[in-house]
């Protein structure tokens, strides 16, 4: 997998350099289950909860058009054309190999996890903590690794009472089994942010925009067009 990993991103690099408009050009119908979806808006690109790379909210495709989020309003499954409805367009990120990773065990637990979870609460304290957590975390990351392989460390929950929208995406990867309980300890959930969910490819490789209009213009400075 990791040489598999290797030779697309080579490829992609290649190809982005010499087309980059036409290689990342999507549409809603081209959203597969598993894709994670990362959302633009100029509105909110400059918010603390954007951080680095503008994007603001993030969310999981399901079948059928359908998308898990977990917004103000709690936990829900909207439709992809919903989703983009409020953002200005949505970064598409994607295994190589979708079919081998989301298999049909994988899309039957993603949508498990998801129905175990509509209409829960948004988790807003948990996203007004997510920094101070965040580095609690990072500073105690050994001694949580060697507690886990020692058999003395809680596992990480994929279930909770409430959500953030980066949390939940990084829940669904542990309750379906991408994140394994030895990673889960570095992949916390309340600890993840759009941003940090956009730089980290075990969520996937960027594949691509989908935009609001087709008249947008993506921003000459958005993430994905200088870090892949």
């Known amino acids: 997998m990791l040489l ?3 030779l697309w991103r ?3 690099v290649k190809y982005q350099t010499s087309n980059m408009e036409s290689f990342v050009s999507l549409t809603i119908s081209d959203i597969q289950a598993g894709d994670v979806l990362l959302c633009y808006s100029h509105m909110t690109a400059g918010e603390d909860t ?3 790379t503008g994007y603001s909210h993030a969310a999981i495709a399901l079948r059928d058009g359908q998308v898990l989020e977990a917004s103000n309003s709690g936990v829900k499954v909207v ?3 919903r989703l983009l409805d409020d953002y200005d367009h ?3 990120l994607r295994e190589y190999d979708t079919s081998e990773l989301w298999d049909e065990t994988r899309l039957n637990s993603l949508h498990e996890f998801a129905a175990q979870n509509i209409n829960k609460g948004f988790n807003q304290t948990g996203l007004m903590r997510y920094h101070s957590r965040k580095e609690g975390y990072q500073n105690d990351q050994m001694k949580r690794i060697r507690e886990h392989f020692e058999g003395t460390a809680p596992a990480v929950a994929s279930d909770r009472g409430v959500y953030f929208c980066s949390e939940l995406v990084t829940a669904a990867f542990i309750h379906v089994g991408i994140i394994l309980p030895s990673s889960a300890v570095v992949f916390t959930p309340e600890t ?3 941003s940090d969910v956009a730089k980290d490819k075990a969520f996937g490789f960027f594949c691509g925009y989908v935009k609001s209009t087709q008249s947008y213009v993506i921003p000459e400075g958005d993430f994905f067009k200088h870090h892949i």
């Open 4 to 6: 598999s990993r290797t």
């Open 10 to 12: 080579s490829y992609f």
């Open 50 to 52: 954007a951080g680095e």
């Open 79 to 81: 439709s992809a054309k």
């Open 90 to 92: 949505i970064a598409v």
């Open 192 to 194: 993840f942010s759009p």
